[in-house]
């Protein structure tokens, strides 16, 4: 039950490496990719690499299918790509040519999701298993395989960090990560807030709470919360003793299109993505 819904290891490693790549995404394409980089693995005469990717459709033999909500795609400039189609994460290792891109040694988690998300997750994962040609117009990117099928994109813009909802999916360890248990009730699934006013509040994953955070450049340092005090079934309680864990103390932060990474000192983080506003998630009350 609970194995089935956590994701181990390298499968979703390639989330981590949006902690290397700067303090906020929503540059152009090509920004700051036409530097030295000595140690790139991944370069492009089409910048693709750096940037936060929306994926807007899939077309397979001339049918169009629009992505689920949430689905990106990433390369980042040491070779690796993490890709998300409404259901699992996926990591993989990227080549970039030119205009040809190849992704090999797939991993990813292995969530069941609704028929038509996994189709769509399927059929995605197959494309990008082809050699991939992209072209770019603007902020809109085009990946076609060596079957003519096509991936569209956009480039995401970032979110802000002040004032969104954001979503805590993964637990963070140094160069390993874990999917939060898909199956947590919905009023306690761990999320957080800053407000303008210097506050984060949220759900650790049990307890509600609230707290201070001061944030300078890339860096924050979480006062102590305060919060309600319920016992909750193991679930719960390993993710809210996780959260917590990042959440109290100096950390640092980066924000790649729709996706926040919080590190504490001790290598230990989360990665949340944007969720719609919630009348219950944003009020909360420690």
Not at 175 to 194: I, K
Not at 217 to 236: H, N, Q, R, V, Y
């Amino acid at each position: 039950m609970r194995t089935q819904r956590m994701a181990t290891g390298v499968s979703v490693l390639a989330l981590l490496t949006l902690a290397a790549c700067g303090t906020d995404a929503g540059s152009g394409p090509g920004s700051g990719s036409g530097g030295g980089g000595g140690g790139d693995t991944a370069r492009s005469d089409v910048p693709v690499t750096g940037v936060a990717w929306s994926v807007d459709s899939l077309t397979v033999d001339g049918k169009r299918t629009a992505a689920p909500e949430g689905s990106r795609l990433e390369i980042d400039r040491k070779g690796r790509a993490t890709a998300y189609f409404g259901c699992n994460h996926i990591g993989a290792k990227a080549e970039v040519d030119g205009d040809r891109i190849t992704l090999s040694e797939q991993a990813h988690t292995e969530m069941a999701c609704g028929e038509s998300v996994d189709a769509f997750e399927k059929a995605a994962v197959a494309a990008l298993g082809s050699e991939l040609t992209a072209k770019l117009s603007g902020e809109k990117l085009t990946l076609t395989t060596e079957g003519d099928d096509t991936l569209a994109l956009s480039e995401e813009k970032a979110a802000d960090l002040v004032g969104t909802r954001w979503a805590v999916d993964t637990l963070l360890d140094g160069e390993s990560a874990t999917s939060v248990p898909a199956d947590l009730p919905e009023d306690r699934a761990p999320h957080l807030t800053f407000g303008e006013d210097g506050t984060v509040q949220g759900n650790y994953g049990c307890n509600s709470y609230r707290g201070t955070a001061e944030v300078k450049g890339s860096a924050i340092t979480f006062g102590p919360p305060a919060g309600t005090k319920k016992l909750c079934p193991d679930p719960e309680m390993e993710t809210e003793r996780a959260v917590l864990t990042v959440l109290d103390g100096p950390a640092t932060y980066t924000i790649k299109g729709r996706t926040l990474t919080i590190t504490a000192d001790d290598g230990k983080g989360i990665a949340a993505t944007v969720a719609p506003e919630e009348g219950e998630g944003t009020r909360e009350q420690g």
